[in-house]
């Protein structure tokens, strides 16, 4: 069991946990699990960190299919400027390997956005804490559990 299952389990979010055969060679994690869970990859997110300009960490989830809007996700996160954070950052703060970067139950509890489009599906998938591994969960208990703000933070187009 994954800290991001501990968690859910714990404060009894309702959740279903969903394992598939991950393919290291797959070019994006993401769109591989929208695939092989059948469902489209615009309810299927990615939690990606980035710093910001005050050397603060944060989380954007933003569906699979999109790109993080960096100046968007700073703007949500009233800084100036962010900036990927580096593998090693992103590991150390949240403690999940890249690819099974879960939003949930990560290592230190870091801002968190999400993005608006999720708020239009009944439930939306976020990686569990594992490669190969997703947990389906309703926007409105993640974006509850997180305390997330909402914010269209994905690149428009």
């Given amino acids: 069991m994954t800290p991001a299952i501990a968690l859910l ?17 797959a070019e994006s994690y993401g769109l591989e699990a929208a695939e092989k869970l059948g469902v489209a990859p615009e309810q299927v997110f990615k939690t990606l960190v980035v710093k910001l300009d005050s050397g603060r960490l944060a ?10 809007n960096l100046k968007r996700m700073a703007r949500a996160c009233r800084a100036k400027k962010a900036a990927m954070a580096t593998p090693t950052e992103v590991e150390r703060a949240t403690g999940y390997v890249l690819g099974g970067v879960s939003p949930l139950g990560q290592r230190k509890p870091l801002a968190t956005v999400l993005d608006t489009t999720a708020t239009g599906f009944d439930s939306v998938f976020v990686s569990a804490g594992r490669r190969g591994m997703d947990v389906e969960v309703s926007p409105d208990d993640l ?10 933070i ?4």
């Fill in 143 to 152: 974006q509850s559990l997180l305390q997330a703000t909402l914010a269209e």
């Fill in 154 to 157: 994905r690149q428009a187009g």
């Fill in 59 to 68: 989380v954007g989830i933003v569906p699979v299919s999109s790109m993080l």
């Fill in 9 to 25: 389990r714990q404060r009894r979010i309702p959740h279903r946990v969903h394992e598939y055969g991950h393919d290291a060679s």
